[in-house]
């Protein structure tokens, strides 16, 4: 397969390596730095007791000269209070649905600015004790050496980690979002923060916009919302303001106009989410 759908997945990988970090596989550098992109990075299956699925997984190498070579495992993954992500073995949280996936092949190598598909198989089975969400993650993994400032290896090997996080939820499910308080954080990189409860077996995937106005209605800043809670879980999303430095001394208030486009309950149409619009002083 050639190469031209991984050249934006820069991006793309970026949040998910550098968030890979799991109690039982130690710490994983960012895949995208060494040119390893994965596409999807993230699925999500509305699954039935007995459902047979497949989804393709490509792992890419944009490096224009290096060939490497990855293995494929398996992992449970859960978001923590900050949104980071953790990864524990497969098999061994609540809702994890590794025990139902196989996949091939077992490993990758990729030459340079060249790709492959690996197929993941989800067997679901006939009896399924929680509805709602069920996850695991496909994890590629590698060894490479550390340069030191010379270019030349050092003798020190990092591993390195990117995944692919699948959600498998199981109707009748409901996604509840509720954001219980919403602040704005002075500094010298301005932030909102929102601190979020999903009361659902399901997670919520938000979506939407925070708008700045000053005292006489007009319209200084304008940041993107975009965030994931899991099911029955609580988290504090950060967001950095957008053109903080249009901020001035003054009298401001925020609106914020916000969905959550992942809503089985609504047949998985988005629902408006109440944010109430706050007030502060910038001096």
């Known amino acids: 397969m050639g190469l031209h ?11 998910t390596g550098a968030a890979l970090i799991g109690l039982a596989f130690g710490t994983a ?5 060494f040119g390893v992109g994965v596409q999807p990075s993230t699925v999500e299956m509305t699954i039935k007791p007995g459902d047979r699925q497949r989804q393709v ?9 290096k060939t ?23 098999g061994e949280t609540p809702r994890s649905a590794s025990d139902w996936v196989r996949f091939s092949p077992a490993s990758v190598t ?42 030349d290896i050092s003798g020190v090997w990092n591993r390195y980690q990117l995944a692919s996080l699948f959600y498998l939820t199981l109707t009748p499910s409901s996604s509840n979002p509720v954001v219980q308080s919403v602040s704005y954080v002075d500094g010298d990189a301005p932030m909102l923060t929102m601190e979020i409860n999903n009361e659902g077996d399901a997670h919520a995937r938000l979506q939407g916009m925070a708008t700045i106005k000053n005292a006489s209605g ?6 993107p919302l975009s965030t994931v809670v899991l099911d029955r879980h609580s988290r504090t999303y950060n967001v950095k303001v957008v053109d903080a430095e249009k901020i001035s001394a003054g009298e401001y208030s925020v609106e914020f106009d916000m969905d959550n486009i992942f809503a089985p309950q609504n047949k998985f149409r988005s629902t408006d ?11």
């Open 57 to 65: 997984v490509t792992i890419g190498n944009v490096h224009k000269t």
């Open 218 to 223: 007009e319209t200084v800043s304008e940041t």
């Open 110 to 151: 990729l030459k340079p600015e060249t790709s492959q598909d690996v197929v993941v198989e989800i067997s679901v089975p006939m009896k399924v004790q929680d509805k709602g969400d069920h996850r695991f993650a496909l994890l590629a993994t590698t060894l490479l050496p550390e340069l030191d400032k010379r270019g």
């Open 273 to 283: 989410v109440d944010v109430d619009t706050i007030t502060f002083v910038n001096e």
């Open 29 to 33: 550098h960012v895949a995208s730095a």
């Open 68 to 90: 490497i070579s990855l293995t494929m495992g398996l992992a449970d993954w859960s978001l923590d209070k900050n949104g980071k992500l953790v990864l524990d073995a497969p």
């Open 5 to 15: 759908r991984f050249t934006k997945l820069a991006a793309t990988t970026a949040m």
